[in-house]
């Protein structure tokens, strides 16, 4: 039976279970000040920042950019626990160059999630092609329901 915490738990606690994992949904918040959930691929790394790779135009990335306040929903896959971590998103330049600090940063995040890519020239190209960018979220409260 998971173990509730109403008032939240440790930020290490919320990033040990969010390391274990590799998918959640991030919520931005719109204009209208309602929510913007989007289902991504994400890594924590080795200094707690918790990485994405998001679109230049896709409103994930027009809502970080106007209101960086974002959280990160991980659920486990019986449904029965989970952990939202709150945090403050950087985003990266936009890939503008197959060669540029951004599109290194892209692949660093492919191998990170996904391993090796069978033709990084091609990747390096698509990073640009698709206005790709890392989206850094800086972990600062976290709350959820731990498995036991």
């Known amino acids: 039976m998971p173990r509730a915490y109403d008032q939240g738990m440790e930020i290490d606690a919320g990033l040990g279970y969010v390391k274990d994992r590799t998918r959640g949904v991030l919520v931005t918040m719109r204009r209208d000040g309602r929510p913007q959930l989007s289902n991504i691929a994400y890594h924590v790394e080795p200094d707690a920042m918790i990485v994405i790779s998001v679109t230049d135009g896709r409103a994930k990335t027009a809502n970080a950019r106007r209101d960086n306040r974002v959280s990160l929903h991980v659920?486990?896959?019986?449904?029965?626990?989970?952990?939202?971590?709150?945090?403050?998103?950087?985003?990266?330049?936009?890939?503008?160059?197959?060669?540029?600090?951004?599109?290194?940063?892209?692949?660093?995040?492919?191998?990170?999630?996904?391993?090796?890519?069978?033709?990084?020239?091609?990747?390096?190209?698509?990073?640009?092609?698709?206005?790709?960018?890392?989206?850094?979220?800086?972990?600062?409260?976290?709350y959820g329901m731990l498995p036991r």
């Open 75 to 142: 659920t486990s896959s019986d449904f029965w626990s989970y952990v939202v971590v709150d945090g403050t998103a950087e985003l990266m330049p936009v890939a503008a160059d197959p060669a540029d600090a951004t599109v290194d940063a892209l692949v660093a995040y492919y191998r990170a999630v996904s391993g090796e890519h069978p033709d990084w020239d091609d990747y390096r190209r698509a990073m640009v092609a698709d206005g790709r960018l890392l989206m850094r979220i800086r972990p600062e409260r976290a």
